[in-house]
């Protein structure tokens, strides 16, 4: 093809003409895009949320958001007959009498754990590897932003349908609210407009779970893409990487049509786990009532660390003004809001404290291997321990009864493992790191094991090492220090100005503790290997 | 064309080569003749296995065209309207949807990988900060604005603006005031407090059969009965915090936890709202007599004031005083002493008030 087609150079040069989009493709058609397995993981949400207003906009037809009674006359005969609210009965009536509302509904709550399970592991992905750091920590609070709002998101919705499940959940985000000190009972009164469950919970929360929050998601994913599209993405350490360029395949056609694909292929998991893995069998569960539960009641998976926290909490309530009140139940208090608060705030932080200990105000570009920050690595291992241990924790009962294992015995692990597990964590996830960081040293400065084996004159036998690969060993050269703030005494015993104070002192300490390079990479002498291969006699490695 | 090379450095000692090697030149010598010319970074695929994967891909996306068409075609020959059709109806869209899906994506992630060129093109970064020149115009051009429009200079401009933004920015939160009542003393009592209609005491209900409990039958060592107030049996905001467990021991397991004066013939009552965050405490074990509330294993004691043996919840289940009506149906003889269910700012340590005001009387 020589000239482009005549239907497309119309309209270019409409919109041109009109637009002057000529100059913004001219920039952006071919925007290099970097290549590597975990920079599909955040994709892996976009597409999530794409599937779920797809899905959710159907979903709005035919439910009603209304907790006015009314009698099941639907056509799935168990519940027939039997008063239930309109919107239980409207989500039934998807699940029964409307043409592929089923799979519809399924599909929207399997999008919506894959949404934050995305989330979640692309979060974890650019943590690891450093890309938050200059000039992308405003991007790293909006995602932060963003994964707090997708809770509230999964957290409205769970809560719509009005079966006895998710009844459950909206009672436990009620007496949570509950707890909040001096204004928890209003919140609660404004929020369900009057006692609980009231009648206007599900209509309000219909309103945040289809406009606000969703709104809001929109822009700040907008505003993600922006801000991904002109700082331009990281790359991983390699070949021809440096800090001032981007190595990859072009916008147009290769990651357009990839990214399609991809959009495509998790559409299509959505689908086949929509249709061929039940989830949330409302019509199981039968219509909401405050008296009843089931045994078992599990959250959607991102809300099990915050049930974990609940079930593992002691018993702990004070009363500040004795029998007039100044309640604060910290046994719901606690577990409601610290774990959440230390994991978000420690996230919102990270950025910052980390460029406060290091001093390293430069940019970034190029993705940090986990390994050649230990540090971070083991903190980051730590966090995810301590959320691991909440989330399993929040499914004691089920791996009580399938394990038989003590309910409370259960539960007095978890009250000791929640501080003792991330300390181990971080401990061998730091031991982990080194002995990676030692590996690639080793390959740096003596090569691979080539598979030959070699028999000296003097009878020994070898195995000879050859150079690694171009390209590996340009990855492993990607190692790049960690700054250190100056702190150390001068010539004459003066420490410099910012550490002499107690807090410059432990930030100079934990500047060097985490920066210090403890297993830097060697020189290679490859040489070694060609003379080698010439006959001579010489030690190999 | 078999591969005799292994990937190898180039500077490798010694090399590695399996079978015979090829011919170093293409027999076909115009073979690549056709292909446009490459720009650097951009090489172009085997053209015989891009034949190739053409065919698989074509394949592909003929696959996904007879999905699509089986999707709409199962919309109209799968019906809905029972457990077995809408089964039916949801396998055949689904499995035709996910098909087409998946045909597609992999399809056109084939095309990508197989037919067009492999790419490794270079694109130059530049720091994000501005130029000292731009950053000197913009703060020259901020500050010739910002003295301009006089809101330097005149400080009532100012002050009044701010004076008159204040209250329209407070009003959004003033109009939200209706979003519900005051609290008042609301989460204190429960509807077993009220007066019924005839002035009588209300009747315990058992939940589902809506039948008042006649003392003399009930009897259910080892089971709990979930109780309703008589005239609320559906309502949610009165179930939310009435909702009752009854319970019948023999008179040598009470426990001096449990008031004996509340109690009827050994059947005892307490509320089934947790004391943690609300769970309707639905669990009872027979042989420990604990009732466990299922949503955080908060675990009471029975048979001694329902008192907390483990979990988070803090304060035992309130127990409620019940008697017999002249029918010999069970009746509340007064509301709950405490307030139900979980705690709040406004509750205080009610049972401490409680054991007091018994004192007195």
Same mark, same amino acid.
């Given at each position: 093809?020589?000239?482009?087609?005549?239907?497309?150079?119309?309209?270019?040069?409409?919109?041109?003409? /009109? !637009?002057?989009?000529?100059?913004?493709?001219?920039?952006?058609? #071919?925007?290099?895009?970097?290549?590597?397995?975990?920079?599909?993981?955040?994709?892996?949400?976009?597409?999530?949320? =794409?599937?779920?207003?797809?899905?959710?906009?159907?979903?709005?037809?035919?439910?009603?958001?209304?907790?006015?009674?009314?009698?099941?006359?639907?056509?799935?005969?168990?519940?027939?007959?039997?008063?239930?609210?309109?919107?239980?009965?409207?989500?039934?009536?998807?699940?029964?009498?409307?043409?592929?509302?089923?799979?519809? #509904?399924?599909?929207?709550?399997?999008?919506?754990?894959?949404?934050?399970?995305?989330?979640?592991?692309?979060?974890?992905?650019?943590?690891?590897?450093?890309?938050? #750091?200059?000039?992308?920590?405003?991007?790293?609070?909006?995602?932060?932003?963003?994964?707090?709002?997708?809770?509230?998101?999964?957290?409205?919705?769970?809560?719509?349908?009005?079966?006895?499940?998710?009844?459950?959940?909206? $009672?436990?985000?009620?007496?949570?609210?509950?707890?909040?000190?001096?204004?928890?009972?209003?919140?609660?009164?404004?929020?369900?407009?009057?006692?609980?469950?009231?009648?206007?919970?599900?209509?309000?929360?219909?309103? !945040?779970?289809?406009?606000?929050?969703?709104?809001?998601?929109?822009?700040?994913?907008?505003?993600?893409?922006?801000?991904?599209?002109?700082?331009?993405?990281?790359?991983?350490?390699?070949?021809? /990487?440096?800090?001032?360029?981007?190595?990859?395949?072009?916008?147009?056609?290769?990651?357009?049509?990839?990214?399609?694909?991809?959009?495509?292929?998790?559409?299509? =998991?959505?689908?086949?786990?929509?249709?061929?893995?039940?989830?949330?069998?409302?019509?199981?569960?039968?219509?909401?009532?405050?008296?009843?539960?089931?045994?078992?009641?599990?959250?959607?998976?991102?809300?099990?660390?915050?049930?974990?926290?609940?079930?593992?909490?002691?018993?702990?309530?004070?009363?500040?003004?004795?029998?007039?009140?100044?309640?604060?139940?910290?046994?719901?208090?606690?577990?409601?809001?610290?774990?959440?608060?230390?994991?978000?705030?420690?996230?919102?932080?990270?950025?910052?404290?980390?460029?406060?200990?290091?001093?390293?105000?430069?940019?970034?570009?190029?993705?940090?291997?986990?390994?050649?920050?230990?540090? $971070?690595?083991?903190?980051?291992?730590?966090?995810?321990?301590?959320?691991?241990?909440?989330?399993?924790?929040?499914?004691?009962?089920?791996?009580?009864?399938?394990?038989?294992?003590?309910?409370?015995?259960?539960?007095?692990?978890?009250? =000791?493992?929640?501080?003792?597990?991330?300390?181990?964590?971080?401990?061998?996830?730091?031991?982990?790191?080194?002995?990676?960081?030692?590996?690639?040293?080793?390959?740096?400065?003596?090569?691979?094991?080539?598979?030959?084996?070699?028999?000296?004159?003097?009878?020994?036998?070898?195995?000879?090492?050859?150079?690694?690969?171009?390209?590996?060993?340009?990855?492993?050269?990607?190692?790049?220090?960690?700054?250190?703030?100056?702190?150390?005494?001068? $010539?004459?015993?003066?420490?410099?100005?910012?550490?002499?104070?107690?807090?410059? /002192?432990?930030?100079?300490?934990?500047? #060097?503790?985490?920066?210090?390079?403890?297993?830097?990479?060697?020189?290679?002498?490859?040489?070694?290997?060609?003379?080698?291969?010439?006959?001579?006699?010489?030690?190999?490695? | 064309?078999?591969?005799?090379?292994?990937?190898?450095?180039?500077? *490798?000692?010694?090399?590695?080569?399996?079978?015979?090697?090829?011919?170093?030149?293409?027999?076909?010598?115009?073979?690549?003749?056709?292909?446009?010319?490459?720009?650097?970074?951009?090489?172009?695929?085997?053209?015989?296995?891009? @034949?190739?994967?053409? %065919?698989?891909?074509?394949?592909? &996306?003929?696959?996904?065209?007879?999905?699509?068409?089986?999707?709409?075609?199962?919309?109209?020959?799968?019906?809905?309207?029972?457990?077995?059709?809408?089964?039916?109806?949801? &396998?055949?869209?689904?499995?035709?949807?996910?098909?087409?899906?998946?045909?597609?994506?992999?399809?056109?992630?084939?095309?990508? *990988?197989?037919?067009?060129? %492999?790419?490794?093109?270079?694109?130059?970064?530049?720091?994000?900060?501005?130029?000292?020149?731009?950053?000197?115009?913009?703060?020259?051009?901020?500050?010739?604005?910002?003295?301009?429009?006089?809101?330097?200079?005149?400080?009532?401009? @100012?002050?009044?603006?701010?004076?008159?933004?204040?209250?329209?920015?407070?009003?959004?939160?003033?109009?939200?005031?209706?979003?519900?009542?005051?609290?008042?003393?609301?989460? *204190?009592?429960?509807?077993?407090?009220?007066?019924?209609?005839?002035?009588?005491?209300? *009747?315990?209900?058992?939940?589902?059969?809506?039948?008042?409990?006649?003392?003399?039958?009930?009897?259910?060592?080892?089971?709990?009965?979930?109780?309703?107030?008589?005239?609320?049996?559906?309502?949610?905001?009165?179930?939310?915090?009435?909702?009752?467990?009854?319970?019948? &021991?023999?008179?040598?397991?009470?426990?001096?936890?449990?008031?004996?004066?509340?109690?009827? +013939?050994?059947?005892?009552?307490?509320?089934?709202?947790?004391?943690?965050?609300?769970?309707?405490?639905?669990?009872?074990?027979?042989?420990?007599?604990?009732?466990?509330?299922?949503?955080?294993?908060?675990?009471? +004691?029975?048979?001694?004031?329902?008192?907390?043996?483990?979990?988070?919840?803090?304060?035992?289940?309130?127990?409620?005083?019940?008697?017999?009506?002249?029918?010999?149906?069970?009746?509340?003889?007064? +509301?709950?002493?405490?307030?139900?269910?979980?705690?709040?700012?406004?509750?205080?340590?009610?049972?401490?008030?409680?054991?007091?005001?018994?004192?007195?009387?």
């Amino acid at each position: 093809m020589d000239t482009p087609p005549k239907a497309i150079a119309g309209v270019s040069t409409f919109l041109d003409d /009109r !637009l002057g989009a000529g100059s913004f493709l001219k920039r952006n058609l #071919r925007k290099m895009f970097p290549d590597h397995w975990s920079f599909l993981l955040g994709e892996i949400a976009l597409y999530s949320f =794409v599937v779920l207003l797809l899905t959710g906009t159907f979903l709005t037809f035919w439910f009603k958001p209304s907790m006015g009674h009314v009698m099941y006359e639907g056509s799935y005969e168990p519940l027939k007959g039997i008063m239930m609210s309109e919107a239980y009965a409207s989500a039934l009536n998807i699940s029964f009498d409307v043409r592929g509302g089923l799979l519809i #509904r399924q599909i929207h709550h399997w999008a919506a754990l894959l949404f934050v399970a995305g989330m979640m592991v692309h979060m974890l992905r650019v943590f690891f590897t450093g890309a938050y #750091r200059k000039p992308r920590e405003l991007n790293w609070l909006i995602g932060i932003g963003l994964l707090t709002l997708a809770l509230f998101e999964g957290l409205t919705g769970y809560s719509l349908p009005d079966d006895l499940l998710s009844g459950a959940g909206l $009672r436990i985000t009620q007496g949570v609210i509950l707890s909040i000190p001096l204004i928890g009972t209003y919140i609660q009164f404004f929020l369900f407009g009057g006692e609980y469950p009231g009648e206007d919970i599900i209509s309000r929360f219909f309103t !945040l779970h289809i406009l606000l929050i969703p709104g809001i998601l929109l822009a700040l994913i907008t505003a993600h893409m922006i801000l991904m599209w002109v700082q331009k993405h990281t790359q991983m350490p390699g070949k021809g /990487r440096t800090e001032k360029n981007v190595v990859g395949a072009p916008f147009y056609p290769a990651f357009m049509a990839k990214a399609g694909a991809y959009f495509l292929f998790t559409f299509g =998991v959505l689908a086949l786990l929509g249709t061929f893995a039940q989830i949330n069998p409302i019509w199981l569960f039968g219509p909401y009532t405050p008296a009843d539960i089931s045994a078992g009641s599990q959250p959607d998976w991102y809300m099990g660390f915050l049930e974990g926290s609940l079930r593992l909490m002691v018993p702990w309530e004070i009363n500040l003004f004795g029998t007039s009140g100044g309640t604060i139940p910290l046994s719901v208090l606690i577990p409601a809001l610290v774990p959440l608060g230390i994991i978000m705030t420690g996230l919102a932080l990270y950025p910052f404290l980390e460029q406060w200990v290091t001093g390293d105000r430069r940019e970034h570009h190029i993705a940090d291997r986990p390994r050649n920050n230990p540090h $971070r690595t083991s903190i980051g291992f730590a966090a995810i321990t301590f959320y691991g241990i909440l989330w399993l924790l929040g499914a004691n009962d089920e791996i009580s009864a399938n394990f038989h294992i003590g309910l409370y015995e259960t539960t007095m692990f978890g009250r =000791v493992a929640i501080f003792v597990g991330p300390v181990i964590a971080y401990f061998v996830t730091y031991r982990i790191c080194l002995g990676l960081q030692r590996k690639d040293a080793e390959i740096v400065s003596h090569g691979v094991e080539s598979g030959v084996i070699k028999r000296m004159p003097n009878g020994e036998y070898i195995e000879v090492h050859t150079p690694p690969a171009d390209d590996i060993l340009a990855h492993l050269r990607g190692k790049k220090e960690i700054p250190i703030i100056e702190g150390g005494a001068d $010539r004459e015993g003066i420490p410099p100005k910012g550490a002499r104070s107690l807090i410059g /002192r432990l930030r100079a300490k934990m500047s #060097r503790a985490y920066g210090t390079d403890r297993i830097p990479l060697e020189e290679g002498h490859g040489e070694e290997h060609v003379a080698v291969g010439a006959g001579e006699r010489k030690e190999v490695h | 064309m078999t591969e005799n090379t292994i990937d190898q450095p180039e500077d *490798r000692v010694p090399k590695r080569v399996i079978g015979t090697p090829p011919p170093t030149e293409a027999i076909l010598k115009d073979e690549r003749a056709h292909e446009p010319e490459a720009l650097p970074g951009v090489q172009y695929q085997d053209p015989v296995s891009a @034949r190739k994967a053409e %065919k698989a891909v074509a394949l592909l &996306f003929a696959i996904a065209f007879l999905a699509g068409i089986g999707f709409i075609a199962s919309y109209v020959i799968f019906q809905v309207g029972t457990i077995e059709k809408t089964s039916t109806s949801n &396998f055949a869209l689904g499995g035709t949807l996910t098909l087409a899906l998946l045909a597609l994506a992999a399809g056109i992630t084939t095309w990508v *990988r197989k037919i067009m060129p %492999k790419y490794s093109m270079i694109q130059e970064r530049h720091p994000m900060v501005s130029d000292s020149d731009t950053r000197e115009y913009v703060k020259e051009t901020f500050l010739a604005g910002a003295n301009e429009s006089g809101f330097v200079k005149h400080k009532l401009l @100012r002050r009044t603006l701010l004076l008159a933004a204040a209250p329209l920015g407070l009003a959004p939160l003033v109009l939200l005031k209706d979003l519900g009542p005051l609290p008042g003393n609301k989460l *204190r009592h429960t509807v077993w407090g009220e007066a019924t209609k005839n002035g009588k005491p209300r *009747r315990l209900i058992t939940e589902g059969t809506g039948q008042p409990i006649r003392a003399a039958d009930f009897n259910s060592p080892g089971g709990i009965l979930s109780v309703v107030p008589e005239g609320y049996e559906h309502d949610l905001n009165a179930l939310a915090k009435a909702t009752l467990i009854l319970l019948k &021991f023999r008179p040598e397991e009470l426990k001096s936890g449990t008031n004996l004066n509340w109690t009827h +013939d050994g059947i005892v009552a307490y509320s089934k709202i947790c004391t943690h965050v609300g769970c309707p405490a639905a669990l009872y074990e027979q042989t420990t007599h604990h009732i466990l509330c299922p949503c955080h294993q908060s675990t009471f +004691d029975a048979s001694d004031g329902a008192k907390v043996v483990f979990g988070p919840a803090a304060r035992p289940l309130p127990q409620l005083p019940i008697g017999i009506d002249e029918e010999g149906f069970l009746v509340a003889k007064a +509301d709950f002493n405490v307030p139900v269910g979980p705690s709040f700012w406004e509750r205080g340590d009610a049972e401490h008030e409680a054991r007091e005001k018994a004192e007195k009387a």
